[in-house]
């Protein structure tokens, strides 16, 4: 008799009556022997070992608005299929677990065969959670129902803000001193509760590490909200720095460490004079270096040095420097003017003629200076409100002030305009530039470096040859100058012996010239 045959002749008989029968007949077979408990012949379901793994899920302590997952395995030991299984969370806490991952629903498992899921706890208040997850399935065999129940416990407690900054440290690497390095960090509120009023603060070489924006200083930021913190690495010598920049609120804290290398700070600015040379470095010292018969190196002495020395003071304010003939002029961050070196003629402009190897400041103590020039022994720098003004060595007109009288202090050039753009000086003649681009020159005039077609000296300033209000750029050299327009081609006029002029001769030329090829 087949197994097909015995069940379908038991078909015949109605519900309890036709599964008592059939457990009796498959505990009468050596196969199913010890497999089918008797008194489930006589109960309203059948129940097969469908077993969880592991036996119950503990999720433990979870902040309201957090959630926590655990897995776990189903495990058909019984010895049929169990087919369309299907699940359910029941109980007083159903409402703080689901099902988020279930690799078991609707499949049939084999005798033996296992499948996974995954339940989500999830809170919303501080409470405990009980519940219980049950699968179901159907024999195969027709012979009833197949449960398994796992049990589920949690408690949700109060929510919590986490603030968590991005990246979690950072290290800014060497750095010249002088320069900076910038970095944007992003503090985030990853916790289950807003994160209210939150204080930035920092301990350590703050000085190094400035915040040059913030918006998380004094916000709240509700959960999975953000803010922005940028700061800057400044380093000012050759040392390592460190700092931690903390957000906190009442009850929380986020700390990140920051660390950074300075190294020996590099030139920023190099400039030529006579016999000697000087650089503003990235961390606004000065040095020079060279001849310093008349104290042009301004360290204090008289003696020549052939590697950079520190200007007097040590200062770290220095802008722009301008060595020339034997003396040398700068100009500070704060826009003071101040020279040293050679002042027979009064080139260092503080209104004595004592030569001084450490930095003076320039008659008037002005703090509106924007840039300096320095020639052979005179000086011209030019004001913040377009104004240029000249000191020192005035025997050829060099000054611009309608004299040729030597100047101990700052006078105004000639014609007290407001609209020159840049100023250079040299031997003995200046050249400057206005605003509208057009170019004038001053002082010697020998070989007819002033532009103007003559060989004229001139006190004060008389345009380039040409009117053309289309010049860029001046530098003047020994006897000559040279100056670009805005259409990049470059021009020069006076001496021109060795072809300084670059125009294919080497014959002298009182008015501009194209530079060939350029």
Not at 13 to 31: P, S
């Amino acid at each position: 008799m087949s197994h097909y045959s015995l069940f379908g002749r038991y078909g015949q008989t109605a519900g309890r009556e036709r599964r008592a029968a059939a457990a009796a007949v498959l505990a009468g077979f050596g196969a199913f022997a010890g497999l089918v408990p008797a008194q489930t012949a006589q109960a309203s379901e059948w129940y097969w070992p469908l077993v969880f793994h592991p036996a119950s899920e503990i999720y433990g302590s979870t902040p309201a608005g957090q959630a926590r997952e655990l897995r776990f395995t189903l495990v058909n030991s019984g010895p049929t299929f169990a087919s369309m299984l299907t699940f359910t969370i029941t109980g007083s806490g159903a409402s703080g677990f689901t099902l988020s991952r279930n690799r078991c629903e609707a499949v049939s498992l084999p005798p033996g065969g296992s499948c996974s899921g995954a339940v989500r706890f999830l809170p919303d208040q501080a409470a405990q959670y009980r519940a219980a997850l049950t699968a179901r399935g159907r024999s195969l065999i027709g012979l009833g129902k197949i449960t398994a129940t796992l049990p589920l416990s949690g408690t949700g407690t109060e929510p919590v803000s986490r603030l968590v900054f991005n990246p979690a440290t950072y290290d800014y690497g060497e750095v010249p001193a002088g320069e900076n390095a910038t970095e944007m960090f992003t503090l985030s509120n990853d916790g289950t509760a807003a994160a209210d009023a939150i204080t930035i603060t920092t301990t350590g070489d703050t000085a190094a590490f400035p915040t040059t924006a913030d918006t998380c200083n004094g916000q709240d930021l509700a959960r999975g909200q953000h803010c922005t913190l940028t700061v800057e690495f400044q380093p000012v010598a050759a040392t390592g720095y460190a700092v931690q920049v903390d957000a906190a609120t009442t009850a929380y804290h986020a700390a990140l460490p920051l660390t950074g290398t300075g190294t020996a700070a590099q030139a920023q600015s190099v400039l030529a004079g006579g016999n000697h040379n000087c650089a503003v470095k990235t961390d606004r010292t000065l040095w020079c270096w060279g001849n310093n018969f008349s104290g042009q190196l301004g360290n204090g002495t008289t003696t020549n040095s052939s590697v950079p020395v520190q200007v007097s003071g040590h200062a770290t304010d220095w802008a722009t420097v301008s060595p020339g003939g034997d003396g040398t002029c700068a100009v500070k961050t704060d826009h003071t003017v101040w020279c040293w070196g050679l002042n027979y003629a009064g080139q260092l402009g503080n209104g004595t003629t004592t030569n001084s190897s450490v930095p003076v400041q320039v008659s008037g103590h002005a703090t509106d200076w924007a840039t300096v020039t320095s020639g052979q022994d005179y000086t011209c720098a030019e004001k913040t409100d377009g104004t240029v003004w000249c000191w020192g060595v005035n025997g050829s007109g060099q000054l611009g002030d309608g004299t040729t009288t030597d100047r101990p202090v700052p006078v105004q050039v000639s014609g007290h305009a407001t609209d020159w753009a840049t100023v250079t000086a040299s031997w003995a003649h200046t050249c400057a530039e206005k605003t509208n681009h057009t170019l004038w020159c001053w002082g010697d005039n020998g070989f007819g470096q002033l532009g103007d077609g003559t060989k004229t000296n001139r006190p004060v300033p008389v345009q380039v040859s040409g009117h053309t209000t289309d010049w860029a750029t001046v530098s003047d050299g020994l006897g000559h100058t040279c100056a670009e327009k805005t259409d990049r081609t470059v021009w020069c006029w006076g001496w021109n012996i060795d072809g300084q002029l670059g125009d294919g001769t080497t014959t002298d030329s009182l008015v501009p010239v194209r530079v060939s090829g350029m």
